[in-house]
């Protein structure tokens, strides 16, 4: 019953450092997202994917690589990263209309 | 494309009052629409969908919203208002993307404070 699983919960980067997010869902969802929030900026999506092998650019995807190598998991990576991509990034799957989250991930880059 | 208007950021009702949170969209096809809520440092949970059929949908915690095509609007309402609704709420559209899939594009969100 575990559903859309973001690893880590929190992280702290410094400028340039590179990291990757995890995400993970349990359910066979064909697609999955990864979004960010900022303060009076609702969620935007970044990456998302419409199944195994395969990825697309969302709104904001500069700065931001994505790979789906397995149906289940879709990563997030930063490759040097930067202040302004200090925000809360929440992954989603789907298979029809209805998106499950995942809790999110806090990052902070100073 | 499509887009999602809420009006008011931060709406402040009684406990035991209507509760009435402001959606507008803009879309080229049919939509589908959404509200979700937050719950502070937790993820996004779906409260209630249109997709086709009745234009009013019942969703969850006492929560419905009306499908006014003529309006383009989604608002969504409580009759009475519970503390535990104090959250932040997002309607949201989706279209579909190329390749399969959909996409949500949300509102800014509105944070529903309820006072004693």
């Known amino acids: 019953n575990a559903g859309v699983t973001q690893t880590p919960k929190f992280r702290v980067l410094k400028t340039g450092q590179s990291m990757t997010l995890l995400c993970a869902q349990d359910m066979n969802h064909e697609y999955m997202y990864w979004y960010r929030q900022d303060p009076g900026m609702g969620l935007r999506l970044i990456h998302y994917?419409?199944?195994?092998?395969?990825?697309a650019k969302g709104e904001v995807p500069d700065g931001y690589n994505v790979s789906r190598l397995k149906k289940q998991n879709f990563l997030l990576g930063l490759e040097s990263a930067a202040p302004s991509q200090t925000s809360v990034y929440f992954c989603?799957?789907?298979?029809?209309?209805?998106?499950?989250f995942g809790s999110g991930t806090r990052l902070t880059v100073v | 494309a499509q887009s999602v208007t809420q009006l008011g950021s931060h709406v402040s009702v009684s406990e035991g009052a209507l509760v009435l949170l402001r959606c507008n969209y803009s879309s080229s096809v049919p939509p589908y629409l959404f509200w979700y809520v937050q719950y502070p440092n937790q993820g996004l949970q779906l409260l209630l969908k249109y997709t086709t059929g009745a234009t009013l949908v019942k969703g969850i915690n006492g929560f419905e919203a009306e499908f006014k095509k003529s309006e383009t609007s989604f608002h969504l309402t409580k009759p009475s208002a519970h503390m535990s609704d104090a959250a932040e709420y997002f309607c949201?559209?989706?279209?579909?993307?190329?390749?399969?899939?959909?996409?949500?594009?949300f509102g800014t969100g509105t944070q529903l404070k309820v006072e004693l």
């Open positions: 994917s419409v199944g195994e092998g395969t990825t």
């Open positions: 949201a559209v989706t279209y579909i993307l190329t390749g399969g899939g959909n996409k949500l594009t």
């Open positions: 989603a799957s789907s298979q029809t209309y209805g998106y499950t």
